[in-house]
């Protein structure tokens, strides 16, 4: 499957965005789904993930009551609505898609997209 993010951009503290992934090429709800992020000189990580089915979902602890991460199969559309954004959730924030459908186990990725950068300035 490839995986192709958009929405990023440069915001306020306090601001809203909508992330989007567009999945191709793949079976979409066979896969989980999930974004990371990397800021500069950091390791990249987890910010929330969705089951196949849109029904169970997890978060990073700093994306609690933030962000919400929700996905359209039929359009094979991943999104993550952020909220009250912050300095420190400026990154550049990834898609990726796992070949187990559930998030039980956790979720690593398998297939990434390549990216969007969100920068949120105080």
């Known amino acids: 499957v490839q995986l192709q993010a958009s929405g990023g951009g440069l915001v306020q503290a306090g601001d809203s965005l909508r992330l989007s992934c567009e999945g191709s090429?793949?079976?979409?709800?066979?896969?989980?789904m999930g974004w990371f992020r990397q800021a500069p000189g950091k390791e990249r990580e987890f910010v929330a993930a969705?089951?196949?089915?849109?029904?169970?979902?997890k978060y990073a602890d700093f994306a609690k009551g933030r962000f919400a991460i929700s996905r359209d199969n039929p359009q094979s559309m991943l999104y993550l609505q952020m909220t009250n954004l912050k300095p420190e959730d400026t990154a550049v924030y990834y898609c990726?898609?796992?070949?187990?459908?559930?998030?039980?186990?956790?979720?690593?990725?398998?297939?990434w997209g390549q990216g969007t950068q969100v920068t949120v300035s105080s």
């Open positions: 990726a898609a796992q070949n187990h459908p559930y998030i039980s186990d956790g979720f690593t990725g398998d297939y």
């Open positions: 090429g793949g079976s979409f709800s066979s896969y989980a």
């Open positions: 969705v089951v196949w089915s849109g029904t169970m979902k």
